[in-house]
């Protein structure tokens, strides 16, 4: 559950001369400027709208924007032209910047490993293969004739990717020798593209 809630904070304040609508008293009225900003789990996400009060420091009425007299408004945009939202308030936008550059990169690090393994494989390796929808099994590598690679299937398939682990701890054992299934490294890096090699695994 993603908790999404909205929080304010004082940016600026400032005293004006001018006259209180309720006691009458000059220069005791307070022009304030809050920073309205959305927040996921607690976390500054990014700055929404300002919002402007009015206190008086001598009978304590309070105004909201809408119920300030024109000078008070004047003094409030005048105020707000020089109010910006502190950086800190984007903080969960820096940090979904960052993770989304890290995701990147580390995607495109197990692209080029995976190629790697791919172009220059080694016997014994372990594909994670999707051979169609909601079927999964592994692939065992057995020889490498030039470009052709042949592998024993597993024995064994699943119907959910979190379930080839449970093929994998049943070791060589899992695997039939009795088959042998090849192909060329090109049809490996389409099925690589495709989806439907998940993963590598070289011990």
């Given amino acids: ?3 999404v809630s909205t929080r304010s904070k004082l ?3 400032e005293v004006i001369y001018d006259q209180c609508p309720n006691c009458r008293k000059y220069n005791c009225v307070r022009i304030l400027i809050y920073q309205l900003y959305g927040c996921i789990f ?3 996400f990014i700055p929404s709208n300002k919002i402007g009060l009015s206190e008086c420091s ?7 924007l809408h119920q ?3 000078s008070f408004r004047q003094n409030y945009d005048n105020l707000k ?3 910006h939202a502190p ?3 984007f903080t969960g936008l820096f940090i979904a910047a960052i993770l989304a550059f890290v995701f990147v990169i580390a995607f495109a690090q197990n692209e080029k490993k995976m190629t790697g393994f791919i172009l220059a494989p080694q016997k014994n390796d372990v594909y994670e293969l999707n051979l169609k929808d909601d079927v999964y099994t592994l692939y065992k590598i057995k020889k490498i004739v030039s470009d052709t690679i042949y592998f024993w299937p597993s024995k064994f398939q699943t119907d959910q990717a979190s379930g080839l682990s449970d093929i994998a701890d049943k070791g060589d054992k899992g695997f039939d020798e009795s088959i042998t299934v090849g192909f060329p490294k090109v049809k ?3 099925m690589h593209k495709t989806g439907a090699i998940i993963a590598v695994d070289r011990k």
């Fill in 87 to 89: 950086i800190w308030n």
């Fill in 42 to 44: 607690w976390i500054p």
């Fill in 11 to 13: 940016l600026k304040s």
């Fill in 1 to 3: 559950m993603i908790f």
């Fill in 81 to 83: 032209r020089h109010t």
């Fill in 58 to 64: 001598n009978c304590g009425q309070s105004l909201k």
């Fill in 68 to 70: 300030m007299p024109e």
């Fill in 188 to 190: 490996l890096l389409e």
